[in-house]
């Protein structure tokens, strides 16, 4: 079983609606990720979170406004999106490691989020 | 960027063969390279992974295999069962990162049939 939560499973929004995906890890890791996940596709990473602060933004539109209120929680708000965001929106959490050396992503089962 | 390929697409094994994956990367400085397996309708999970200072690594019937000369590491899975059917995804760190920030492969659908 996954440690890394996230809600809802699925959503289902139109292109004028506010909504947010939820993630929650309580392995007390310090980084915790967004990626976004088309069909037949492999991960795309989107945002990461260290120690609470935003670390990377891959150039991400401002339709998505990710948040960390905490080291345990990762939000990701959504507002005005487009029928080409539907997606498989992946949470991941990671611990720091040593200088230099990455650490093990654990992924969330995802939310699957279809915009009409 | 790190840039990572992955062969085949799709591979078909009989149950109880071998299934063999191979990756290549660009980038030399890269020195963590985990493999994700994801069922349908799930998330990615860790089924092994291997540094740079390491050639070998196995996990009962799960073997990785990493040549940094090379720059190519490959996924050897043993007496295949039907519920090693899934997409399996290998993937570089960034080098020198302290971050999560991996570069994925485009993934093997990998079918067992019984």
């Known amino acids: 079983d996954t440690e890394v939560t996230q809600t809802p499973k699925h959503l289902v929004m139109g292109m004028t609606n506010k909504k947010s995906l939820k993630c929650e890890q309580h392995m007390g890791h310090r980084a915790m990720y967004w990626y976004k996940q088309k069909a037949k596709k492999p991960p795309e990473l989107m945002f990461v979170?260290?120690?609470?602060?935003?670390?990377i933004n891959e150039s991400v539109p401002s339709r998505f406004s990710p948040e960390c209120p905490n080291s345990s929680l990762l939000n990701l708000h959504l507002h005005a999106l487009q029928p080409e965001d539907s997606a498989l929106y992946l949470c991941?959490?990671?611990?720091?490691?040593?200088?230099?050396?990455?650490?093990?992503?654990?992924f969330g089962e995802g939310s699957r989020l279809t915009v009409l | 960027g790190e840039n990572v390929e992955q062969h085949p697409s799709t591979l078909s094994v009989q149950e109880g063969d071998s299934a063999v994956i191979k990756c290549t990367y660009s980038d030399s400085a890269s020195n963590y390279f985990p493999w994700y397996k994801q069922e349908l309708g799930k998330g990615p999970q860790l089924i092994i992974d291997?540094?740079?200072?390491?050639g070998e690594k196995k996990d009962q019937r799960i073997a990785v295999t990493l040549n940094k000369t090379a720059k190519h590491f490959s996924l050897h899975i043993t007496e295949t069962q039907p519920e090693d059917s899934a997409v399996y995804f290998c993937?570089?760190?960034?080098?020198?990162?302290?971050?999560?920030?991996?570069?994925f492969g485009r993934g093997t659908q990998l079918t067992v049939w019984p």
């Open positions: 993937a570089a760190s960034e080098g020198g990162s302290t971050l999560g920030r991996l570069y």
């Open positions: 979170y260290s120690y609470e602060k935003l670390s």
């Open positions: 291997i540094r740079s200072n390491v």
């Open positions: 991941a959490s990671s611990q720091e490691q040593a200088a230099g050396q990455t650490g093990e992503l654990f």
